[in-house]
T-cell receptor, first 105, second 116 residues
Framework: GIQVEQSPPDLILQEGANSTLRCNFS?????LQWFHQNPWGQLINLFY???GTKQNGRLSATTVATERYSLLYISSSQTTDSGVYFC???????FGAGTTVTVRA | DTEVTQTPKHLVMGMTNKKSLKCEQH?????MYWYKQKAKKPPELMFV???????INESVPSRFSPECPNSSLLNLHLHALQPEDSALYLC???????????????FGPGTRLTVL
């Protein structure tokens, strides 16, 4: 199956900082999603982005399908951004291991 | 409305018990999924239903038995579970069919299962 790798595994940010999370995938995909999992376990859809660039408030994402990677940008981070960020590829949603983000006030 | 609901939120059961998890969506989605997530790990796919028929079983032990009574409901029947089956069980749905492979999946809040 498709392999999905995320980096970095952990990220500690000061409130207001910007950051970039990366997702590499082993094969071409026509389905790629970014999720934020909050401390209660809820997986929240951030982006469906098999290619191109999208923005939603302080978050944006870019997927370069030909080079098999996707980036998630968090700008002006807030403590509520803390949690685990997953990317997942393919309709069977092969998940990466996640990036744990901690935003400190 | 992009809501998927799951009940119960928490479940504690013994190894000889039989219990069921329930998932519901009213978005008209035709594909529904069960995932299992162990602590500090990503979710792993268990089953996929497409148009109320089981289309994918990721080699899940038979003590987990899925059921899709209609297009809005998905159940997971549990019997003779082991303590290592303790996990967060997540349900998801997408517009479908799975062969389209281009759908956003929406997740429910999960059921946190503890097997004693």
């Amino acid at each position: 199956g498709i392999q999905v790798e995320q980096s970095p595994p952990d990220l500690i940010l000061q409130e207001g900082a910007n950051s970039t999370l990366r997702c590499n995938f082993s094969d071409s995909v026509n389905n790629l999603q970014w999720f934020h999992q909050n401390p209660w376990g809820q997986l929240i859809n951030l982006f469906y982005i098999p290619s191109g660039t999208k923005q939603n408030g302080r978050l944006s994402a870019t997927t370069v399908a030909t080079e098999r990677y996707s980036l998630l940008y968090i700008s002006s981070s807030q403590t509520t951004d803390s949690g685990v960020y997953f990317c997942a590829a393919h309709y069977k949603l092969s998940f990466g291991a996640g990036t744990t983000v901690t935003v400190r006030a | 409305d992009t809501e998927v609901t799951q009940t119960p939120k928490h479940l504690v059961m013994g190894m000889t018990n039989k219990k069921s998890l329930k998932c519901e969506q009213h978005m008209g989605h035709r594909a529904m999924y069960w995932y299992k997530q162990k602590a500090k790990k990503p979710p792993e796919l268990m089953f996929v239903y497409s148009y109320e028929k089981l289309s994918i079983n990721e080699s899940v032990p038979s003590r987990f038995s899925p059921e899709c009574p209609n297009s809005s409901l998905l159940n997971l029947h549990l019997h003779a579970l082991q303590p290592e089956d303790s996990a967060l069980y997540l349900c998801a749905s997408s517009q479908g069919p799975t062969s389209a492979a281009t759908d956003t999946q929406y997740f429910g809040p999960g059921t946190r299962l503890t097997v004693l």
